[in-house]
């Protein structure tokens, strides 16, 4: 399993409409493969930063995501509000593997 950690830097005073933006790939994650696990918001300390995890069974599945998701229109829906609303200035993807034991 490998877990997908993006780290926003979000225009803070766009919260609404990252939330927005946000609210849509929780689903989609989970419609195409992928467990979405939430996205986190500001709420003490930096009013800039969100985070969003959601893990796939394997890199390829990641992969095979990736491609989907490039040709879903939902998908690309979502991408075009946050373009539109310009609620996200940045964002660092990484990838992690849990350690439950």
């Not at 930063?49 to 893990?55: D, N």
């Not at 040709?71 to 539109?84: G, N, P, T, V």
């Amino acid at each position: 399993m490998i877990t997908c950690t993006l780290r926003y830097t979000i225009d803070p005073y766009k919260l609404a409409e990252f939330e927005e933006y946000a609210k849509l790939w929780i689903p989609l994650v989970n419609r195409l493969g992928g467990t979405h696990h939430g996205y986190f918001m500001p709420h003490e300390g930096a009013n800039n930063i969100a985070l969003a995890l959601f893990s796939f069974p394997s890199l390829a599945a990641y992969e095979d995501y990736r491609e989907r998701m490039a040709k879903d229109a939902e998908c690309q829906a979502a991408f075009a509000l946050a373009e539109k609303s310009r609620c996200i200035l940045s964002y660092e993807r990484s990838f992690m593997r849990p350690v439950f034991e």
